[in-house]
């Protein structure tokens, strides 16, 4: 089985890294994390110089190279028996991972979705759902725990843990 899991921010990385540990893969299992940079497209006037800019995009890629790699050793760790690998591509996150996808000829995707709502997915954008509507294969969005997107009620915490989409 091949799984596709696009890592975003660490912010989300922990509830994707229980759901992998939790799920009872077939043997072989190969897991692809996959970090997308968004290419910036910055009109002149919002920064000062190119080398800022390049600075900004190095230190994203650094941040992106350090989380994978922990998230690798840790699904390593845990779980020797599957097998996993990095890639860091570079574009806009949702044609990036369905095209990944395709081309890995993956049958699952596992992404988290921070849970934006209202205006905050209008400006935003939901990169899960796009992704759902777009994949060419399974996929399962994780939802953060509601206490992490500083929603609900704190005795509904425990229950809210993992929400699960299946196509």
């Given at each position: 089985?091949?799984?596709?899991?696009?890592?975003?921010?660490?912010?989300?990385?922990?509830?994707?890294?229980?759901?992998?540990?939790?799920?009872?893969?077939?043997?072989?299992?190969?897991?692809?994390l996959v970090h997308v940079?968004?290419?910036?497209?910055?009109?002149?006037?919002?920064?000062?110089?190119?080398?800022?800019?390049?600075?900004?995009?190095?230190?994203?890629?650094?941040?992106?190279?350090?989380?994978?790699?922990?998230?690798?050793?840790?699904?390593?760790?845990?779980?020797?028996?599957?097998?996993?690998?990095?890639?860091?591509?570079?574009?806009?996150?949702?044609?990036?991972?369905?095209?990944?996808?395709?081309?890995?000829?993956?049958?699952?995707?596992?992404?988290?979705?921070?849970?934006?709502?209202?205006?905050?997915?209008?400006?935003?954008?939901?990169?899960?759902?796009?992704?759902?509507?777009?994949?060419?294969?399974?996929?399962?969005?994780?939802?953060?725990?509601?206490?992490?997107?500083?929603?609900?009620?704190?005795?509904?915490?425990?229950?809210?843990?993992?929400?699960?989409?299946?196509?």
């Open positions: 089985m091949k799984v596709l899991v696009p890592v975003e921010d660490d912010f989300v990385a922990k509830s994707q890294i229980e759901f992998l540990l939790s799920y009872k893969w077939p043997a072989k299992t190969e897991i692809r940079l968004h290419t910036l497209i910055v009109e002149r006037s919002m920064v000062s110089s190119q080398v800022y800019l390049d600075k900004l995009m190095k230190e994203a890629r650094k941040y992106a190279e350090n989380l994978m790699s922990t998230i690798e050793k840790t699904l390593k760790k845990e779980s020797p028996e599957i097998m996993v690998s990095r890639e860091f591509v570079e574009g806009a996150p949702v044609e990036e991972i369905v095209n990944l996808a395709k081309k890995w000829e993956s049958d699952m995707i596992v992404l988290c979705s921070h849970g934006r709502e209202g205006l905050g997915q209008l400006i935003l954008g939901s990169v899960s759902y796009n992704v759902l509507v777009h994949s060419p294969c399974k996929v399962i969005i994780v939802g953060l725990p509601h206490h992490e997107r500083g929603q609900g009620d704190p005795s509904e915490w425990k229950d809210a843990r993992v929400q699960v989409t299946i196509t």
